[in-house]
């Protein structure tokens, strides 16, 4: 008969080891995990206007995915409204967001224009600038058409 303490034991055996690799590459069990973009750094004062055009792309890439994001001509991109969120918030929400959507070839980022804020300076959305610039997955960014949020928003290109 056996016991539980056996059963425990077996099943610790068997649910620690990986299958065996049969051409050789040790790599391929090894368990890759993910984690959200943190190595980001925080902007404490703004310098961007909020009506300012924004617009930021890798060198290489093709003038024609900027200008389908400049025109708005995206089929589908999930959106995070920013609205309210400080700026630790904002960098968090981004974080998650992107980090939730990385399949996804573009998304949406509403970060507003700043009416409330001083001089008509936008610290928000500076900071969004400054994160999309900073984050590894991120190839190209641009403001969006007034359709989808003109110079309030960023379309945003991730890598695939």
């Given at each position: 008969m056996i016991n539980n303490e056996d059963k425990q034991l077996f099943r610790a055996s068997v649910n620690a080891n990986v299958p065996i690799?049969?051409?050789?590459?040790?790599?391929?069990?090894?368990?890759?995990?993910?984690?959200?973009?943190?190595?980001?750094?925080?902007?404490?004062?703004?310098?961007?206007?909020?009506?300012?055009?924004?617009?930021?792309?890798?060198?290489?890439?093709?003038?024609?995915?900027?200008?389908?994001?400049?025109?708005?001509?995206?089929?589908?991109?999930?959106t995070l409204d920013l609205h309210g969120q400080t700026v630790v918030e904002a960098c968090e929400s981004m974080s998650q967001f992107i980090y939730h959507h990385q399949h996804a070839e573009f998304i949406h980022i509403i970060h507003g224009k700043g009416y409330h804020s001083e001089n008509g300076m936008s610290i928000l959305k500076t900071q969004v600038v400054s994160f999309l610039r900073q984050h590894p997955q991120v190839i190209a960014f641009n403001s969006c058409p007034n359709k989808d949020g003109g110079s309030g928003a960023v379309f945003a290109l991730l890598k695939q």
């Open positions: 690799d049969k051409d050789g590459d040790n790599h391929a069990n090894k368990k890759t995990k993910h984690t959200a973009f943190i190595a980001y750094s925080y902007i404490t004062e703004a310098r961007l206007n909020g009506s300012e055009v924004v617009s930021h792309a890798q060198n290489g890439l093709s003038p024609k995915i900027i200008k389908k994001m400049k025109r708005g001509n995206i089929d589908y991109a999930p």
